[in-house]
């Protein structure tokens, strides 16, 4: 079988990344351009900011990576590129450049939801095994979905509110920690002791979730501890607000696989690469004989190889674009 080389762009938010990936799993060059220097100033990401970055940066990135390669564009079979969900202006750089190359090169155009680039970063570890459960864990997602075979997405549940990963970084701006929070948050919790108390959130029976009413409880905790004159214990903090997030995940994650009775599970997105969250998982599913999937840390946060390691299958099953393609801030996994 002919070897099929998917060119990739992925820009949903405020990293500019392109990537050659060959037959869906071998990596041949990735250019990942990021702006946290920039948005660390304001906390978070501004994305007028990002969109600006994209633009100047998007032309440089495609060049880069075709050079890291050794390759030209006529060698490639598609163009992947991510076209939702994310920050609009973002998505319309990185859509637009690759309906250029599209056009100009005369290749498919291989749109790419940005959820399963996540998924598929693992198949750039090991080939993905069916049926699955995927657990995707971001600062803009907290998703459940069930995989019976490549492209078949169910999802089974997701957050009703805050993502974990945006309540990781709101709970560090809670005690001073500079974005991006999260990292560190997870560093800490290795290091302090688990002493504060803090409710277990949505501990119901569905596979949904929701982080707004845990936020909520470490601001009012910190600002009841500020009114006695206490001092924050920023480590035991952070352990005992990880434990929480890790308990209450840990607990549905495990929950679908037995009821879904899948063998197979895949952790994805940036907090996938949480230590909290990778052990306790990977811990479980052991105990279960279950076989846990977790990305390498370079491919858990947003990266160009996973669109491209998913744009193969998206290839391979005609699921072709048309230059008429316009990015979407919210889409369904589908």
């Given at each position: ?23 869906g799993k071998e990596e041949i060059a990735t250019v990942v351009l990021s702006q ?104 803009g997602h907290t998703e459940l979905v069930y995989m019976k075979d490549h492209y ?160 193969y299958y998206a290839y391979r099953l005609g699921r072709v674009g048309t230059l ?11």
């Amino acid at each position: 079988m002919k070897d099929v080389y998917i060119f990739a762009i992925e820009s949903s938010c405020d990293e500019t990344s392109c990537s050659i990936v060959k037959n869906g799993k071998e990596e041949i060059a990735t250019v990942v351009l990021s702006q946290i220097d920039i948005h660390k100033d304001f906390g978070g990401v501004v994305p007028e900011i990002a969109s600006r970055h994209h633009v100047k940066n998007i032309t440089m990135v495609i060049e880069e990576c075709l050079t890291k390669a050794n390759m030209t564009m006529e060698e490639m079979d598609a163009i992947a590129v991510t076209y939702g969900p994310g920050l609009i202006g973002s998505l319309l750089v990185g859509v637009e450049a690759a309906k250029t190359l599209a056009y100009l090169y005369q290749k498919p155009l291989i749109p790419v939801h940005h959820i399963s680039g996540h998924i598929y970063a693992n198949n750039l570890k090991e080939e993905l095994q069916f049926p699955l459960i995927a657990l995707v864990v971001s600062g803009g997602h907290t998703e459940l979905v069930y995989m019976k075979d490549h492209y078949s997405f169910e999802k089974i549940g997701g957050t009703l509110d805050d993502a974990v990963g945006e309540c990781y970084d709101k709970v560090a701006r809670i005690i001073d920690v500079p974005y991006p929070g999260g990292p560190t948050i997870d560093k800490w919790a290795q290091l302090g002791e688990d002493t504060y108390p803090l409710p277990l959130p949505l501990n119901d029976n569905s596979y949904n979730f929701s982080f707004s009413g845990l936020k909520s409880a470490v601001i009012n905790l910190v600002h009841n501890e500020k009114q006695r004159n206490h001092p924050i214990r920023k480590k035991d903090l952070a352990t005992s607000f990880q434990n929480t997030v890790v308990n209450i995940i840990s607990k549905k994650t495990m929950k679908a696989l037995k009821e879904y009775q899948v063998k197979n599970l895949i952790i994805a997105g940036g907090v996938a690469a949480n230590q909290g969250i990778r052990e306790t998982l990977t811990s479980l599913c052991k105990e279960e004989n279950i076989h846990c999937s977790v990305p390498d840390k370079q491919y858990c946060t947003d990266n160009a190889a996973m669109i491209a390691a998913s744009g193969y299958y998206a290839y391979r099953l005609g699921r072709v674009g048309t230059l008429d393609l316009n990015p979407k801030s919210s889409i369904i996994l589908k």
